[in-house]
């Protein structure tokens, strides 16, 4: 790509982000919920800041996530083999059943989950008076865990092999996009940038910091939205259509759609759901749902996108920590806070890397209540549920 057209890409950059912020006048009942999962776009930008970029670069960072709500969920027996996460990658053949320990040799100790650690300090600034619980970020003294959480003794790890930049050019030329060689302009953790017909894209690697997995965000070109939002109906599926478009289809067993409308936008969002014998939801590390989301003008075309890459997937079992191993790095993992008791627990996967391949690794995702200054907060602590002698 010669100057004058990466000028024109950057120039088309500028103009997608420069409207990029976070929401605002939510009606309560959207308001509260939007506090417990953050805006999406908003997110998208505090992953970036501090980067010597220019700004609408800064605003490309890929992280979709959204509220936990589901519990501990039961699925039928998985078939074995490798399976396939997203709409461009082809299935391997079935692997034949083995216990625990084979399973272990075959992937090796795993890496361990890079989880937060809590915040020095609570969170700053006023509170707002709508929100029923807000989610909490800083260090707590756990009193007492009194969740109870059925897990199996063993259960299933999927593990991926990590994109390099040459799987980014890859998938963006499937979809009729083309190279951006400008290494400077990339965010973090970017291993490409692309121009479309009528879109730029961003293709991230795994972001064990965050737990997320390979993904992209994708920026149609288009005005600022005005008018009303679509609705639910339409809004979803001019998110799924177009998601597929650019191989990037939710897969069948994601939960969603859930669809958010404000202003002249719907915000639209798909959770994954880790189907490997027991089910559970992906969460990130701060304990939100990863997933697929679009974001719909009224006109039902796309104002932002972002979704994990297509990615080929194997299985092995792992053996599960004791129910007081599991308490233990609960209570551990608090720090020293306001007190609370984790009464609320559920299993979910969380991302973990070694540089060669990527885990869905089982966790438990602890969950308890306090106030503070008026405030109920909810506090969300997440721990390995692999056991120890099988993590690194």
Known sequence: ???????SFQQRLDSAFATTRPRRGFEDELWSRIQARRS??????????GLQLAPVMGGLAALAVVVVVGGLLLSGPHTAGSTTSGSLAQPAGPRGAAGADQNARTFGPLPRPALHSPAATPPQGAAPSTVQRA???????????TAQVALPSTAEVARYPEWKAADADLFAAAIGATPVRDAAALPVGALGAYAGADFTMLVFATDPALGSEPRVVITPKGPEPTGSPPDDASAAKAARD?????????????????????????????????????????VGSGGL?????????????????????????DFAN????????????????????????????????????????????PAVMYIGHFTQGGVEYEKRIIVPAVAPQNLR
Request: proline share 4%; charged share 20%; aromatic share 8%.
């Open 1 to 7: 790509m010669d100057e004058r057209e990466l000028e």
């Open 40 to 49: 999406f776009w908003t997110r998208l930008r505090e992953r970036a800041a």
């Open 135 to 145: 989610a909490y970020a800083g260090p707590v003294t756990v009193t007492a865990v």
């Open 242 to 282: 177009y998601l597929g478009a650019h191989g990037v289809l939710p897969e069948a067993s994601a939960k969603g759609p859930a669809v958010d409308r404000s202003g002249a936008l719907a915000d639209v969002r798909w959770s994954r759901v880790v189907s490997v014998g027991l089910t559970a939801f992906e």
């Open 289 to 313: 749902e990863e997933g697929w989301e679009a974001t719909v003008r009224g006109d039902l075309t796309i104002f932002q996108a972002a979704a994990p890459v297509p990615l080929v997937m």
């Open 318 to 361: 792992y053996g599960v920590a004791t129910a007081q191993q599991l308490n233990d790095l609960a209570r551990s993992a608090g720090g020293t806070g306001p007190q609370v008791v984790l009464d609320t627990a559920q299993l979910v996967y969380v991302v973990a890397t070694d540089g060669t391949h990527g885990y869905l690794e």
